[in-house]
């Protein structure tokens, strides 16, 4: 039986395995393990080719959205908006500051932040927006923008999903205070192991966030603020620097894909293919159909050798995390419906059109049954 595997990080390797190797020789060589030269130069190079003045890099992503909440002084009792529609790190992230995160329910055509919602959500607490760059496809910055400037907001973006992804022309995370990666390995570009970086426009912040991640130190041993231990280790920084490289070209390789899954998915009344909006660039780190029989479908795509994902099968106001906050089933309705519905098929720069055919055809012959 013919096996996809959501994503083949050993093919990906194997594509770029000899500069790999001696990256992480150059670093092993040099005893940079720590932040360091090598991490300099990858934070260097990550600022340029998305646009950013400044760039940290942090040990994830879940640090990348921490240190900026520190650093622009969100803290207890602040409240930041938040998609509920979301990996559990953007609201902890707040949470671990103290502050407060308020959900707020999705766009049913996009999955992303329903900015026809945010001003209802907005108190006289409210410190910032956080929007989420859901899947790999901008969320609605004009609007987002619009409303924070009205109401006197900061906002930081969540990136972790959409590293090169554009909205007007400008790569995300260059809209708000600062914009937040991760390089977890099955990010569209993953470390081999934890990684994670913020960019942003801002010296002050950046200075700020760089002393945060060395326990908040500018000079060893002499410590301004409070902080953590959030540096990127050299290797990882050595290699996301080779795998820079291919960041483009493995970008186009998952729009093509995307492009190849509606053309082979076209017509199948049953599933509902992701929205792509106009204006943007989506890099598509997910490819999310939707159907009513999804446990069903992604059972027998299992059974058939096809690999797939939930991202996200509980939306986070509904997490037993966050049951302290009093929310109910019915208070977000279109992020909860969507949990039900959402499958995420395999998604790669490894993945060809051999293996989306194969996957079309599979899910054809499901719903002929
Ligand atoms: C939307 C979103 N935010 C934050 C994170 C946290 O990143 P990390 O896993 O690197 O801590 C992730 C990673 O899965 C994510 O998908």
């Known amino acids: 039986m013919r096996e996809i595997k959501f994503i083949d990080l050993k093919a990906q390797y194997l594509s770029i395995k000899d500069e790999i190797d001696n990256a992480i020789q150059e670093v092993l060589l040099s005893s940079a393990f720590a932040g360091g030269p090598f991490v300099k130069k990858f934070e260097e190079d990550f600022a340029k080719i998305h646009g950013a003045r400044f760039c940290a890099g942090v040990n994830n992503g879940t640090s990348a959205l921490h240190i900026v ?59 910032a927006i956080m929007p989420v760059h859901l899947y790999g496809q901008p969320a609605e910055m004009d609007r987002i923008m619009s409303i924070a400037e009205k109401y006197g907001l900061l906002v930081i973006e969540d990136c972790a999903q959409a590293h090169m992804a554009e909205y007007n022309g400008t790569k995300v995370g260059n809209f708000g205070s600062a914009g937040c990666f991760s390089f977890y390995p099955g990010k569209n570009l993953g470390a081999y192991g934890e990684g994670g970086a913020v960019i942003s426009k801002g010296e002050e912040v950046w200075k700020r966030i760089q002393a945060i991640k060395e326990h908040g130190s500018f000079k060893k041993y002499y410590h301004e603020y409070l902080g953590h231990n959030y540096r990127l ?37 049953e599933i509902i293919l992701p929205k792509e909006n106009e204006n943007l660039k989506h890099v598509y780190h997910l490819f999310v159909i939707r ?61 060809s059109e051999e293996d989306i055919v194969y996957i079309a055809e599979k899910i054809r012959e499901f719903f002929k049954k």
Not at 246 to 262: D, F, H, Q, S
Request: aromatic share 8%; net charge negative.
């Open 233 to 269: 280790e050299g290797i990882q920084g050595a290699i996301l620097d080779v795998k820079l490289k291919y960041i483009e070209a493995w970008t186009e390789k998952r729009r093509m894909n995307a492009a190849l899954y509606r053309k082979y998915l076209n017509g199948l009344s």
């Open 291 to 351: 159907t009513k029989r999804r446990d069903e479908l992604a059972s027998f795509l299992n059974s058939n050798g096809i690999q797939t994902n939930i991202h996200y099968p509980i939306p986070c106001h509904l997490q037993h995390s966050y049951q302290f906050m009093g929310y109910k089933e019915g208070d977000l309705p279109v992020s909860e419906k969507l949990a039900k519905e959402i499958l995420s098929l395999p998604m790669s720069e490894q993945l």
């Open 69 to 127: 909440l520190m650093a622009l002084g969100i803290g207890e009792g602040d409240e930041v908006i938040i998609p509920a529609n979301t990996f559990i790190a953007t609201p902890a992230s707040v949470s671990l500051q103290g502050a407060i995160p308020v959900f707020v329910d999705c766009r049913e055509s996009d999955f992303n932040i329903d900015p026809e919602l945010i001003e209802a959500a907005i108190t006289d607490r409210t410190k």
